[in-house]
């Protein structure tokens, strides 16, 4: 229990105290909390949730921002008062040292691609959602031939090595630009959510509030928006978290193999790709920094799914 | 049980089907094709275009193209039903029976249902040659990794289950969310940086074997080499190994060690656990015989259901170690729209996840008498 909840029940005992002194009548009112009211009250006691959350918004925040102070492009880029080949490592003009080859700033390549890469991983989380959703809810919905069918889609694209077809498809598919990866992503990543969206709708489909919905004529598209799936979404936020952190370390790979985003975007996987050709100079700050990042946000995206997991899934509540 | 078998072997059936429609039609709807690499030689003519596909069979339409892939028709039939579609001689094989049916009663032997997958079309040769080659590497790499990690997974699992809330537990739940949330690709330059840079020159930073003292690995070369220096050959790979093992490992014991723990703590607050202990039995005794036991069961499954992963995970792996296995080849394949080559690493990679389902739910069903079905 928070400190503001705390004064608020000793606030409350207190005119309780008073009022009974006084010999008058009072009233005793309870606070109903909605189900994201609970949720949040709970997801703030998981202190790790909380430092994730903290860490996402400072990384969304550099991604927004720090492009504008720390810009990537040709004309404005300065031109390093030195030239040494292997790069130089960090120092207080570049925090993060000076890459190899071009003498890139790695900070500012990591800030730029941390607005690649966190885009990237939010935005084909959406897309794989959004289908996942509309295919478990109209598998689970309809039922029958249809579900069937879906399914039977869904258990063959699990059952293919994604990675490798995601490879496949930016190579052959791609050139190199970030919308193509993120609608690859997002059609790649859309079958974990559809089965779960799926058993969700089947166990509420059964439950007597949807019955009543039926027995008063709503028709079945309301039916699956506005009664069944806001009881579906919790679980659908907490995978939803895990695909985020999956996709930043997918794309990171794709690019890393030199299939994913053009190097004149930085991501972190293709600051990390180029890096590769310079390990026999052994200047270990270029691939660090943004591995680190990476690092960084997956464990803070995770610390969040943990939070979720625990705020949304009944059955943990205590 | 066996009854139970048949009938999962039986659903796989269309999955498996589906997963050749799905390969075959991610490579076809590919803009270019296999011709699309000639696109920037000046000395290749269109009619030469042509030749090429006519001999690879890549000029006949889809529905065919596939039909002749999977084995179902024969190439000799060139008839076709409506101009796209294989005529129905097409399906009877030289014997005079349907196709598809084994060599000896068919006497067809082309397409995937007879184990062809045809030609490489970079470098000519059988790609059931190719990925044989480069499945032994990959087979090596891949178990020794696999042993090492459920190794250490399992005593890391147990030990921090045992010793609940331990220094040891807390700093394995920390080294569990970094593992997590580490990249193997990036885990593995680091690695090189850190033992093969210039600073400590400890081991090589990739291939196989040493290039300067022995041949090339699975070359023929190499199998006389192989013969008059076993011992050196076999240190040479063991020395090669050693950072593609540890990267593997350090990346997938994170998740499995926590997992490990999990189920041995369920197992440990067990009323047979109480029992036995009750019983007045020394602690190990219980810890290993009553517990750890039945703790491995849904271990059992886990480890089924990632052994395919093993083979696919090992490509980001082998492509930073240049290590010539499974991965290399489809990266290879990959860069020169090698799509016969592609084709056959998909499809074999995905019967794997297939296989390796069944072979989970069958191995749970084996270990835990408790199931029947």
């Known amino acids: ?318 | 049980m066996i009854k139970y078998i048949i009938r999962r072997s039986i659903q796989a059936i269309p999955v498996l089907f589906g997963i050749t429609i799905v390969v075959y039609g991610i490579l076809l709807a590919a803009p270019g094709g296999p011709t699309a690499k000639f696109n920037q030689n000046p000395r290749i003519t269109q009619q030469m275009k042509e030749d090429f596909k006519r001999a690879w069979g890549l000029d006949q339409p889809v529905p065919v193209q596939y039909c002749r892939w999977m084995g179902f028709c024969s190439k000799e039939v060139d008839d076709k039903l409506l101009g796209v579609l294989p005529a129905p001689a097409a399906f009877i094989g030289p014997k005079g029976m349907p196709n598809f049916l084994p060599t000896g009663l068919s006497g067809a032997s082309n397409g995937v249902l007879h184990g062809d997958f045809g030609f490489s079309i970079a470098t000519g040769e059988l790609v059931n040659t190719a990925i044989t080659r480069a499945a032994l590497p990959t087979l090596i790499l891949a178990s020794i990794a696999l042993f090492v990690w459920l190794f250490v997974a399992i005593l890391m699992g147990v030990y921090a289950a045992i010793h609940r809330y331990s220094l040891f537990d807390q700093a394995a739940t920390i080294f569990a969310y970094v593992g997590y949330a580490m990249p193997t690709f990036w885990l593995g330059i680091m690695l090189i940086f850190l033992f093969s840079g210039p600073g400590l020159n400890l081991l090589p930073a990739g291939g196989m074997t040493e290039t300067r003292v022995s041949p090339p690995f699975g070359s023929d070369d190499y199998w006389v080499y192989f013969g008059t220096h076993t011992l050196a050959a076999i240190l040479d790979v063991g020395r090669h190994l050693i950072l593609p093992v540890v990267t593997l490992v350090v990346v997938n014991i994170a998740g499995d060690s926590r997992f490990v723990r999990a189920s041995m703590l369920e197992a440990l607050g067990q009323d047979y656990v109480r029992t036995a202990k009750a019983k007045g039995l020394p602690g190990r005794s219980v810890t290993f015989k009553h517990a750890l036991r039945n703790a491995m069961l849904p271990v059992v499954t886990n480890i089924g259901l990632e052994i395919p992963f093993l083979f696919t995970g090992a490509i980001v792996t082998e492509t930073i170690f240049s290590w010539p296995g499974i991965g290399r080849l489809t990266i290879v394949a990959i860069n020169s729209f090698d799509y016969p080559v592609l084709m056959g690493v998909l499809l074999i990679s995905s019967m794997l996840v297939v296989f390796a389902n069944l072979l989970a739910d069958v191995a749970y069903a084996v270990v835990d008498p408790r199931i029947t079905f």
């Open chain 1, 1 to 318: 229990m928070s400190d503001t909840e705390t004064t608020q029940a000793a606030i409350d005992a207190e005119r309780i105290r008073r009022a009974e002194e006084a010999g008058e009548d009072y009233e005793i009112g309870l606070v109903s909390l909605s189900q994201w009211q609970l949720a949040w009250r709970k997801f703030r006691g998981h202190r790790l949730a909380l430092i994730g959350l903290a860490m996402i918004g400072a990384l969304v925040l550099i991604a927004v921002v720090g492009p504008i102070f720390l810009p990537y492009d040709f004309a404005t880029i300065p031109i390093p008062d030195k030239i040494v080949y292997q790069g130089r490592p960090p120092s207080l003009d570049h925090l993060f040292g000076e890459t190899g080859g071009l003498q890139r700033d790695v900070l500012r390549l990591v800030v730029n691609g941390a607005r690649t890469s966190l885009f990237i991983g939010f935005s084909s989380m959406f897309i794989g959602v959004i289908i996942g959703t509309i295919v478990g809810a109209v598998a689970g919905y309809v039922g029958g031939f249809l579900d069937n069918v879906l399914m039977r889609i869904v258990d063959v694209m699990l059952s293919l090595p994604l990675l490798f077809v995601i490879l496949v498809a930016s190579r052959f598919f791609g050139n190199g630009s970030v919308l193509l990866i993120v609608i690859i992503f997002g059609l790649f990543g859309w079958m974990g959510v559809s089965r779960l969206v799926r058993s969700q709708f089947l166990s509420i489909r059964e439950s007597e509030f949807v019955e009543a919905a039926r027995a008063v004529g709503v028709r079945d598209r309301r039916i699956i928006f506005r009664h069944i799936l806001p009881n579906a979404i919790s679980p659908i936020v907490v995978v939803a978290s895990l695909i985020v952190a999956g996709n930043i370390i997918g794309e990171a790979f794709v690019s890393f193999l030199g299939f994913g985003v053009n190097p004149t975007t930085p991501t972190w996987g293709n600051i990390l790709s180029n890096a590769l050709t310079f390990i026999p100079l052994g200047n270990w700050w270029w691939p660090m920094f943004p591995g680190v990042a990476i690092i960084v946000t997956v464990l803070a995206v995770n610390f969040i799914g943990d939070g979720l997991r625990d705020a949304l899934d009944p059955r943990s509540r205590a």
